[in-house]
């Protein structure tokens, strides 16, 4: 389970990276485009050689350019995977899957899911990846014997938001880590990938919502997911 996650984070930070790299790519490709095009209007000035050049040159530059479009179209969130998911239900979904893992450690994972929970547009398989991801973390972080609490409830004060949260009672973040402890590739583990936590953030933001933490260093961490009301909305985009 633990191989598994840690390649699907692979495979999802890679797809954020090829984003990013072809959103760098459109705009110097637009400039040579524009400046092909500026070359045909001058062919008449120009030798036949350099005039076939020309043509060769925006040929190959307008099937980049379709080979782009396609990147982007195949990365764009599809809107048939985002449903109305229960967040209780996915919570324990993810203890069960991690129960055995919890229980190499003697680690007991505490459910305390508030009732009555509306429930919230979202990729529910990118939303079990990210309980997953983080629950892990929280396993690996606890001392032996420890307790990881698994909590949801509702925060009416401006607005209704869903407030989900796992806390450990492990050594807690370091002031220096904290400023990085989002950014792809930075683990503080020996054997970490330093994925984990950039992939939920990008996934949870994806959706709208919002992934923080609070820790104090010797005291265990705790991480938390705002879904804010406003995700209704996100069915009918």
């Given at each position: 389970m633990t191989d598994n996650i840690i390649q699907n984070n692979k495979l999802q930070?890679?797809?954020?990276?090829?984003?990013?790299?072809?959103?760098?790519?459109?705009?110097?490709?637009?400039?040579?485009?524009?400046?092909?095009?500026?070359?045909?209007?001058?062919?008449?000035?120009l030798p036949q050689d350099v005039n076939e050049s020309i043509s060769d040159s925006?040929?190959?530059?307008?099937?980049?350019?379709?080979?782009?479009?396609?990147?982007?179209?195949?990365?764009?969130?599809?809107?048939?995977?985002?449903?109305?998911?229960?967040?209780?239900?996915?919570?324990?979904?993810?203890?069960?899957?991690?129960?055995?893992?919890?229980?190499?450690?003697?680690?007991?994972?505490?459910?305390?899911?508030?009732?009555?929970?509306?429930?919230?547009?979202?990729?529910?398989?990118?939303?079990?990846?990210?309980?997953?991801?983080?629950?892990?973390?929280?396993?690996?972080?606890?001392?032996?014997?420890?307790?990881?609490?698994?909590?949801?409830?509702?925060?009416?004060?401006?607005?209704?938001?869903?407030?989900?949260s796992v806390e450990d009672n492990g050594p807690g973040i370091s002031d220096e880590?904290?400023?990085?402890?989002?950014?792809?590739?930075?683990?503080?583990?020996?054997?970490?990938?330093?994925?984990?936590?950039?992939?939920?953030?990008?996934?949870?933001?994806?959706?709208?919502?919002?992934?923080?933490?609070?820790?104090?260093?010797?005291?265990?961490?705790?991480?938390?997911?705002?879904?804010?009301?406003?995700?209704?909305?996100?069915?009918?985009?």
């Amino acid at each position: 389970m633990t191989d598994n996650i840690i390649q699907n984070n692979k495979l999802q930070l890679m797809g954020k990276l090829t984003a990013g790299l072809i959103h760098e790519i459109r705009n110097p490709l637009s400039a040579i485009k524009l400046n092909l095009d500026y070359l045909k209007m001058l062919k008449l000035e120009l030798p036949q050689d350099v005039n076939e050049s020309i043509s060769d040159s925006s040929e190959a530059v307008e099937r980049i350019q379709f080979l782009v479009e396609n990147l982007l179209s195949f990365s764009r969130r599809k809107a048939s995977d985002i449903v109305l998911v229960d967040i209780n239900e996915i919570s324990k979904n993810a203890v069960t899957i991690l129960k055995g893992e919890s229980q190499k450690k003697n680690i007991d994972l505490v459910l305390d899911l508030g009732s009555d929970l509306p429930p919230v547009y979202f990729d529910a398989n990118k939303l079990l990846q990210v309980f997953l991801n983080l629950i892990t973390n929280a396993i690996e972080s606890c001392y032996d014997k420890g307790t990881i609490k698994i909590c949801s409830k509702i925060k009416s004060a401006e607005g209704v938001r869903i407030i989900w949260s796992v806390e450990d009672n492990g050594p807690g973040i370091s002031d220096e880590d904290k400023e990085k402890i989002f950014q792809d590739f930075f683990t503080s583990k020996a054997s970490g990938t330093g994925l984990g936590l950039s992939v939920c953030k990008m996934l949870i933001e994806e959706h709208n919502a919002k992934l923080s933490f609070t820790s104090t260093k010797g005291r265990g961490a705790k991480f938390i997911i705002t879904f804010d009301s406003n995700l209704s909305n996100m069915g009918t985009e």
